[in-house]
């Protein structure tokens, strides 16, 4: 191994990959030096590698711990406790404030903490021996004079299971508009759709998009996938009327001509073929917002809020200045309304849970996290933890010859360490606020992310390694404070042994109809009971056609008509209609109707109930034979991604109110309802 090829291994830089089993593709070396150089090596000349390397290996030889050590529940000491030097003194700042030393004996320090930690299960530790669950800062000096600081992760030893079988829907919010919504489905929807869903159908939670902050612009990018910030929600989503002040305000007049705004907006939508325009949205919200800010609050009201500035603490303070300067304010007399924003967003977000738990849901809302962040939002804007000159995406595959480019900054995962994950743990913390469960977008990124620099096609990256235990041990930590389920995204190219780590950890996976086949066998559709228990299991998903197109091949109809097909439209089309033909004829064997698409669709569904999937998902157009993908992948302007309103099979938008008297969707949820 030469020079560069060591310096890569001590960072986690992968030198090859492998996009299929049998396959392994070498990284080019300026592609290994460029990433090198984005965690702040100096690989410039061989020289400086050799140099950069051999301080590398001494930091290494002489570091009695690592940054990071995790301690699962009920299980041994982390090994390298156990390996340090006898005589080595600990010292534990317990995340509490409390205080404990150690000495390590022999056979090193675990036996003296688990010793300063003994007692029976429930007391201050947690097992007898244990630290208490949370994340603590370690440091050790042993008898020659060397010290090290760590941060050590106690973390149960799984994430909350899911309550027994249950189904739900899958919606993207912004396309589910009411007969009060302002262009756009908004969280009183949400709370109104879980309603009926938990009361009428028995639903156990509500899957939905992203609901991050984006980053304004001329146009806003649509996408929910590439916010400013995932730490803090986008107040675009609010139901103005739902606002307290609302009710209080002198300014009846202008809120009501605003009101009226909106719903003309809501009219072009839904009856006039126009597509959502989070702009004008957000153009009027925000203007009945800056109303509402200056109506005086109660002290009830205004004494949550200063609650609520003060457990966000800095981070709230920097995202709303940035907030204010981006929109061309003062940030020093405007981030205060910023502030005011986010604070009301995650007040009408916990309301929505709490409306779906109070429906009767065993889960209530599930939340989406967005892989990364927009290189000039919020999040990243002058943060030390994203790498420069790099974006993630994925490398080539069967699915994609060139590889992918998402244009997403990724977190250093060496500064994440030496900082504790602190970013990453408020992030969680954040979201699990409001969240039932949360869905975990790549949840690979956990343990790698393809890193391609500046300058260089999707193919030419490299495989980026991250402490995976350290942040799934986080993911547990707060999954298990929140009492919320974690359900990982883990479709695709998955690297060996990361679906059986997530399982272990209790983070449900993510199967989806169509691609569950003997892939180790025949290539056949996967038999129900062979399907993993362990899941989310669904017929389709945002980036796949709905199931009735699907069944009809108007997808393969619609990708020709933009041009993007690579093969020829009569093979295509064959492949397709071959692909769907055995599933259906999986259904017939089955003694399950597929005399009609309608019908198709319910056995399809009926399909999923007899597989062991802990949450079965009904992607809402389903119930309503709506045949446009919410999202093409590999189109910008050729397709109206991420601004389509829920439709019926003939393209007519419905709102909820008709949705929820739809005899097609009622006729769907309750055949799931009833187990098919």
């Not at 036996?111 to 021996?129: D, I, K, T, V």
């Not at 899958?170 to 759709?193: F, H, I, K, N, T």
């Not at 509402?292 to 500035?309: D, K, Q």
């Amino acid at each position: 191994m030469d020079d560069l090829a060591r310096l890569a291994a001590l960072n986690g830089v992968a030198t090859t990959y492998q996009p299929a089993e049998d396959v392994t593709v070498r990284v080019p070396e300026s592609t290994v030096a460029a990433v090198l150089r984005r965690l702040g090596a100096d690989t410039d000349t061989p020289e400086s590698v050799r140099a950069h390397l051999a301080a590398a290996e001494h930091e290494a030889a002489q570091r009695l711990l690592p940054r990071v050590l995790v301690w699962w529940a009920g299980s041994r000491a982390p090994a390298e406790l156990g390996a340090l030097p006898p005589g080595t003194r600990i010292r534990l700042d317990l995340e509490d404030g409390g205080v404990t030393e150690a000495a390590a004996g022999s056979p090193g320090a675990a036996a003296g903490l688990q010793e300063a930690f003994g007692g029976p299960p429930g007391s201050r530790g947690g097992p007898s021996g244990q630290p208490p669950l949370g994340v603590h800062r370690m440091r050790a000096e042993a008898p020659d004079g060397r010290t090290a600081t760590a941060t050590l992760i106690v973390a149960p030893d799984r994430a909350p299971a899911a309550p027994g079988r249950t189904h739900g829907l899958l919606v993207q919010l912004y396309s589910l508009l009411s007969e009060r919504s302002w262009g756009m489905g908004d969280l009183g929807d949400l709370a109104e759709l879980a309603r009926w869903a938990g009361r009428v159908h028995g639903a156990g939670f509500i899957q939905v998009n992203p609901l991050h902050a984006a980053v304004p612009g001329t146009p806003t990018d649509p996408s929910p996938y590439r916010p400013s910030s995932r730490r803090f929600p986008d107040p675009v989503h609010l139901r103005i009327e739902d606002v307290p002040e609302c009710a209080a305000g002198p300014n009846r007049a202008a809120l009501t001509e605003l009101a009226d705004r909106g719903g003309e907006l809501r009219r072009e939508v839904l009856e006039k073929g126009a597509l959502i325009d989070r702009d004008a949205v957000w153009a009027l919200k925000r203007a009945a917002l800056e109303l509402l800010y200056a109506v005086p609050r109660t002290p009830e009201r205004e004494a949550a809020y200063g609650r609520f500035r003060a457990e966000q603490g800095a981070e709230l303070d920097r995202h709303a200045a940035w907030c204010a300067a981006h929109a061309g304010e003062d940030p020093q007399t405007r981030a205060d309304f910023h502030r005011w924003l986010v604070w009301l967003t995650d007040t009408q977000l916990v309301a929505a849970q709490r409306a779906a738990k109070e429906a009767g849901m065993a889960v209530g809302i599930v939340h989406d996290l967005a892989v990364g962040v927009h290189p000039e939002g919020s999040d990243a804007s002058g943060s030390e933890h994203y790498a420069e000159g790099v974006s993630v995406g994925a490398p080539p595959d069967a699915f994609n010859a060139r590889g992918q480019d998402w244009g997403l900054p990724p977190w250093r995962p060496d500064r994440l360490a030496a900082g504790g994950y602190e970013p990453f743990r408020a992030l969680l913390r954040g979201v699990f606020r409001y969240a039932g469960a949360l869905r975990i977008d790549h949840v690979m990124g956990l343990f790698r992310l393809w890193w391609i620099p500046e300058g260089a096609p999707p193919a030419e990256g490299a495989y980026v390694s991250y402490d995976g235990e350290a942040m799934l041990a986080l993911l547990v930590l707060e999954a298990h404070r929140a009492g919320a389920l974690v359900i990982g995204e883990d479709l695709g190219t998955v690297q060996p042994g990361v679906r059986q780590a997530l399982a272990r950890r209790g983070v449900l996976g993510t199967s989806v109809l169509w691609f569950e086949r003997d892939w180790g066998g025949d290539g056949e559709p996967l038999e129900a009971e062979r399907w993993r228990s362990d899941c989310l299991a669904t017929a389709t998903t945002h980036d796949l056609p709905p199931t009735a197109a699907k069944l009809a091949g108007a997808h393969v109809e619609l990708r020709d008509r933009l041009g993007l097909l690579t093969r020829p439209l009569e093979r295509e089309r064959a492949e397709d209609a071959a692909d769907t033909a055995r599933w259906l004829d999986v259904l017939e064997d089955l003694g399950l109707d597929t005399k009609d698409e309608e019908a198709a669709v319910r056995a399809l569904y009926g399909f999923l109930l007899r597989t062991p999937a802990r949450l079965v998902g009904v992607w809402l157009p389903d119930a309503v034979g709506d045949r446009r993908p919410q999202n093409l992948p590999g189109t910008w302007d050729q397709y109206p991604n991420w601004r389509l309103p829920v439709a019926d099979a003939e393209g007519r938008p419905l709102t909820l109110e008709a949705l929820a008297a739809s005899p097609r969707a009622n006729s769907l949820l309750s055949a799931v309802r009833d187990g098919g």
